[in-house]
Each structure stands twice: as C-alpha cells, then as structure tokens.
C-alpha cells in the first residue's frame, strides 16, 4: 500500500518558543498570519494542536475565526483522502 505523506504546516508543538497558556493567544496569531499568507497562494494550511491542555481550545477558536468565509476546513482524513483521488 502506498503512503501518502501531507506536510503539516504548523503545529502547537513545532516552535522555538513552548506554546503556554501565557502566550496561546499570541502563538494563534501567529498561525492566522501563515495561513492567511497560505490562502493567498492558494496553498493549503495544515495544523495540528495536540488536545492535551485546555487553553488550547481557544487560541484554536482564535484561529479558526480569524479565517476569511472562503476557507475550506477539513479532518485531515477527508483531506487525504480527497489527494488519493487525484492520484
């Protein structure tokens, strides 16, 4: 069986600095900023949140509503599943 590999684009874990609940809100900005710039180029935007504290659940919210209408959320199965049709 062949493995599809999806590039994970951000992550609450994949930082130079911890992601806290000091700085969550700070940190999703930062994620709105890429994926703004992702959306732009019509690139897609994968982030994964790990869902092990509780403050992340908001700056997750954040992030989600700082998205324009126009983007598309997907569970990354659908989303893998959706580049095994183009194949």
């Known amino acids: 069986?062949?493995?599809?590999?999806?590039p994970m684009?951000?992550?609450?874990?994949?930082?130079?600095v911890p992601f806290t609940q000091?700085?969550?809100?700070e940190m999703s900005a930062l994620w709105?900023?890429?994926a703004l710039k992702n959306n732009s180029n019509g690139a897609p935007?994968?982030?994964?949140?790990?869902?092990?504290?509780?403050?992340?659940?908001?700056?997750?919210?954040?992030?989600?509503?700082?998205m324009p209408a126009d983007v598309k959320f997907m569970f990354l199965d659908d989303f893998g599943d959706y580049w095994k049709k183009r194949e």
Request: aromatic content about 6%; glycine content about 2%; hydrophobic content about 50%.
């Open 1 to 6: 069986m062949p493995v599809l590999e999806i």
């Open 9 to 16: 684009t951000i992550s609450d874990a994949a930082a130079s």
């Open 22 to 25: 000091e700085n969550a809100l």
């Open 32 to 34: 709105v900023d890429v």
């Open 45 to 66: 935007t994968v982030l994964l949140v790990h869902p092990n504290r509780g403050y992340k659940l908001p700056a997750e919210q954040y992030f989600v509503n700082a």
